[in-house]
Nanobody, 111 residues
């Protein structure tokens, strides 16, 4: 059974950086799609970044050039490096693979 646990969220000033991690337990195979979503207060959950095996990562236009998705296959951890953060990046960030969601980690960007 696949389980996902996110970490790395917190409070950061505009322009700052955070690196989120998604620890994956259980087998997801060698070919998969892993995505990061976020949900701001009062808004729908939106796709932030997508990693598909052997494909170029995909990013939402709002984060392109600022966020980078990567993975550590040895330790089964996916990362989301977030730079030049803006207040509108505030929200709960979730990782997702197949039909499994993590519990989310809160990111708050404020002065």
């Amino acid at each position: 059974q696949v389980q996902l646990v996110e970490s790395g969220g917190g409070l950061v000033h505009p322009g700052g950086s955070l690196k989120l991690a998604c620890a994956v337990s259980g087998s997801i195979g060698s070919v998969y799609i892993l995505t990061w979503y976020r949900q701001a207060p009062g808004k729908e959950r939106e796709l932030v970044a997508l990693w598909e095996t052997k494909e170029i990562p995909h990013y939402a236009d709002s984060v392109k050039g600022r966020f980078t998705i990567s993975g550590d296959n040895t330790n089964n951890i996916a990362y989301l490096q977030m730079d030049s953060l803006k207040p509108e990046d505030t929200g709960v960030y979730y990782c997702h693979v197949y039909d499994v969601w993590g519990q989310g980690t809160q990111v708050t960007v404020a002065s």
